[in-house]
T-cell receptor
Framework: NAGVTQTPKFRILKIGQSMTLQCTQD?????MYWYRQDPGMGLKLIYY???????DKGEVPNGYNVSRSTTEDFPLRLELAAPSQTSVYFC??????????FGPGTRLTVL | GENVEQHPSTLSVQEGDSAVIKCTYS??????FPWYKQELGKGPQLIID?????GEKKDQRIAVTLNKTAKHFSLHITETQPEDSAVYFC??????????FGKGTSLLVTP
C-alpha cells in the first residue's frame, strides 16, 4: 500500500491564482481530512469527510473548498490564493474516528 | 470545541535521559488521546495512543499516561536516542470526527 499520497510536493502561487491540492489514499478509509500547519502553531483542520459525497467544515475553512466523489480521493481547492494561505498542507485518512494516517504534505507559498 | 494545551514547546535532553511532554484538554467527554511524531519534512506519524478506559499504556521505550480527573495526559520517552529528535504533537477529539492538536514540542536529544 502507498498509504496517503499528496501532489504536488511544492508549489508557488501568485496572489489571486487558483490551484487544487490532490490527496489519494489506498487503504479504503472512509474518513479523510485536510489540515494546514503553520510554524509553531500545530495542525489546524480545514475540512473533513466521513465518506464519499459527505464533507464538513473544520476550524479554518475560509478560502478553501473540497469535494469527495470517491472513497480514495479528497482534493482541496484554493480559488483566490492569498498570502495568508502560505502554509504546509497535510491530508490524512482513517478507518474510524481514531488513528489517522498522514500524507507527506504540500508546501505552498503565495507571493 | 476542544482546547489542547501542550508543554513544553521545546525540550533538550542528553542521550539516555528521559523526556516528558504534557498536554491538557478541556472537553471531559474526550475518550481518545493520540501522540504523533513529526520528523523534518515529513507528515506526522502516530506513535502511541490511549483510550479513556485505561490509565497507562507502554510500547517499548515510550509510554502514555492519562489522568481523566485532571484532564491531562503525558508522553514519556525513556533511554532517549538521537533518532528520537523530532516534533511531538498530542491531540484530542473535537465534537466531530477530527482531532484538535497541541502546538507541538520540539525534542532535541544530544549525544
Amino acid at each position: 500500500n502507498a498509504g496517503v499520497t499528496q501532489t504536488p510536493k511544492f508549489r508557488i502561487l501568485k496572489i489571486g491564482q487558483s490551484m487544487t491540492l490532490q490527496c489519494t489514499q489506498d487503504m479504503n478509509h472512509n474518513y479523510m481530512y485536510w489540515y494546514r500547519q503553520d510554524p509553531g502553531m500545530g495542525l489546524k483542520l480545514i475540512y473533513y469527510s466521513v465518506g464519499a459525497g459527505i464533507t464538513d467544515k473544520g476550524e479554518v475553512p475560509n478560502g478553501y473548498n473540497v469535494s469527495r466523489s470517491t472513497t480514495e480521493d479528497f482534493p482541496l481547492r484554493l480559488e483566490l490564493a492569498a498570502p495568508s494561505q502560505t502554509s504546509v498542507y497535510f491530508c490524512a485518512s482513517s478507518y474510524s474516528e481514531f488513528e489517522q494516517f498522514f500524507g507527506p504534505g504540500t508546501r505552498l507559498t503565495v507571493l | 470545541g476542544e482546547n489542547v494545551e501542550q508543554h513544553p514547546s521545546t525540550l533538550s535532553v542528553q542521550e539516555g535521559d528521559s523526556a516528558v511532554i504534557k498536554c491538557t484538554y478541556s472537553d471531559s467527554a474526550s475518550n481518545y488521546f493520540p501522540w504523533y511524531k513529526q520528523e523534518l519534512g515529513k507528515g506526522p506519524q502516530l506513535i502511541i495512543d490511549i483510550r479513556s478506559n485505561v490509565g497507562e499504556k507502554k510500547d517499548q521505550r515510550i509510554a502514555v499516561t492519562l489522568n481523566k480527573t485532571a484532564k491531562h495526559f503525558s508522553l514519556h520517552i525513556t533511554e532517549t536516542q538521537p533518532e528520537d529528535s523530532a516534533v511531538y504533537f498530542c491531540a484530542a477529539p473535537n465534537s466531530g470526527y477530527a482531532l484538535n492538536f497541541g502546538k507541538g514540542t520540539s525534542l532535541l536529544v544530544t549525544p
